[in-house]
């Protein structure tokens, strides 16, 4: 008997309702997917195709229009301690420490435990991501924005939740920190097993952390197109899968969909009539083996050093 997936999301679509009383604004609809426990899923798309949304929804903190969002068999209404948020802007509480704000979220989940627990617990977590020797003392008005995205990751993964949100949560950070926080946040989450759904712009970053990366066509009518899997094996290090044969196929794809094929894949699933359907599974990075190299044939053109791709500054490829 096949294994039912942690959280299935059922045919899920948002509207809003028109302000001069006209045709409501379909943000996104008929949002179909799966998320298996313990996988890592990033989902990318243009800025107005509802990934936000989509995140608030199974978060509990915003409710659908229509479908449904089934965790552990259970269909999600509000927030619980079983979905762990990080956001963009860090959401910790400026009176408190770092190490306050990650035992507050600790007391919350494990109200039966007993203070030393909580404090070693939460010592861990902050371990984990690289705070210590004194760091975890400072409340976030002393802290770099990666330090207080990093005491955001160990309160989250501190709470251990079932499933872990990440909206953008390198967003707003420098390049150089942001390859440092990626690089803690797959050693966490490859210790403990936990199941992420994250919300990116940055194509290269989710190829990085994700199993797969599910991709949205533009809104409004936005739909979740395809679900693309990463055939690159773990553990993974930036300056190694650069250089996998799967890297390029996987990221050249992931860009013609996003510079091209976004604006028109809702409008060929219109047509076909296929609305309420899971997004097609593709796996670019499988390369048959019979399939000409670089070196057999020196004049075929490979794509090689192509610059950062993100839809936050839209660099061209």
Known sequence: MNKKPLL?????????PSPDGGEPLTVFENANFDI????????????GCGKSTIMNVLAGLATATSGAVIMDEKEVRGPSLDRGVVFQNYSLLPWMSA?????????????????KRIRDHAYKHLDMVGLGK??????????SGGMRQRVSIARAFAIQPKLLLLDEPFGALDALTRGTIQDELIRVWSKT??????????????ILLADRILLMSNGPYATIAES??????????????????????????????????????????KRSGELNRHPKTVRPGIIPKQAVTEQDNPTLQFTRDIPTYSLDNGAPI
């Open 8 to 16: 299935s999301i059922q045919n899920l679509t948002t509207r809003y």
């Open 36 to 47: 298996e426990e313990g996988e890592f899923v990033c989902i990318i798309g243009h800025s």
């Open 99 to 115: 190490l306050s704000n990650v035992i507050f979220g600790v007391r919350a989940r494990f109200p039966k435990w007993n203070r």
């Open 134 to 143: 004194g760091t975890e003392k400072r409340k976030p008005s002393q802290l």
């Open 193 to 206: 097993g936990q199941t992420v759904f994250m919300i990116t712009h940055d194509v290269d970053e989710a």
């Open 228 to 269: 693309v899997v990463i055939d690159i094996p773990r553990p993974r290090k930036r300056a190694d899968i650069i250089h996998h044969e799967a890297y390029y196929p996987i990221r050249n794809h992931l860009v013609e969909f996003l510079t091209t094929r976004s604006e028109t894949v809702a409008a060929e699933d």
